[in-house]
């Protein structure tokens, strides 16, 4: 079953907004990941996260590991249309599990 | 160059068929790696090679079956195909696997996907 927990499902926001997105999740983690992934394409690493407290960037992108290592949140700034795609969590678990991706609409 | 390809691009067959997929990395990766992606977009990994041998099998058909040929590349044949099997199959390699507190991490990267329709 589905071991990650991300929301929101959607979102449609105007270019310019802020975005913000998390994972949770019941078991402990020892590394984050998220990635994205644009239309007819696979998935691409934005950000990966290995201790918890941890905050990076990378660009407009911000990510962070929480403290509990059951949660992580990404956020976008100042978002531009080619910010449009599906992102999704990850972690080990037995083996890579993804969270069921957020999907973001921006509109210009 | 291409880091992670997948052919072909699109697969479309008939129920009953049996096809393969095929995936090369030129990045020196250890591992592979097949997901299954469905219609609502949820990832699911269904096998991984370290270095020639399986070392993850999900609970997966056994009309689905991998082959590591060398390391570079991982082929994904299947058998009896069935509606069920429609979906877009990923391939992605990774440097290795790390083990940080017991579990296996590492950052994988994805090849363009395979889009299987099985009418």
């Known amino acids: 079953g589905q071991q990650l927990n991300q929301s929101p499902q959607s979102m449609f926001i105007q270019e310019g907004e802020d975005v913000s997105m998390n994972c949770t999740s019941s078991s402990i983690f020892n590394t984050w990941l998220w990635y994205k992934q644009d239309p007819g394409e696979g998935p691409v690493l934005l950000i990966a996260l290995y201790k918890a407290g941890e905050l990076t960037s990378n660009g407009r992108l911000t990510a962070q590991f929480g403290i509990t290592r059951k949660d992580s949140f990404l956020n976008i700034s100042a978002s531009i249309p080619s910010d449009v795609g599906i992102y999704f969590c990850a972690g080990p678990l037995g083996g890579m599990r993804f969270g069921a991706g957020t999907r973001l609409t921006v509109k210009p | 160059d291409t880091a992670v390809s997948q052919t072909p691009k699109y697969l479309v067959t008939q129920m009953g068929n049996d096809k393969s997929i095929k995936c090369e990395q030129n990045?020196?990766?250890?591992?592979m790696y097949w997901y299954k992606q469905d219609s609502k977009k949820f990832l699911k990994i269904m096998f991984s090679?370290?270095?020639?041998?399986?070392?993850i099998n999900e609970t997966v058909p056994n009309r689905f079956s991998p082959k590591s040929p060398d390391k570079a590349h991982l082929n994904l044949h299947i058998n009896s195909l069935e509606l069920g099997d429609s979906a877009v199959y990923f391939c992605?390699?990774?440097?290795?696997?790390?083990?940080?507190?017991?579990?296996?991490?590492?950052?994988?990267?994805f090849g363009p996907g395979t889009r299987l329709t099985v009418l």
């Open positions: 990045l020196g990766h250890d591992t």
């Open positions: 090679y370290n270095n020639k041998e399986l070392i």
């Open positions: 992605a390699s990774s440097q290795g696997l790390i083990r940080i507190a017991g579990e296996v991490t590492d950052t994988q990267y």
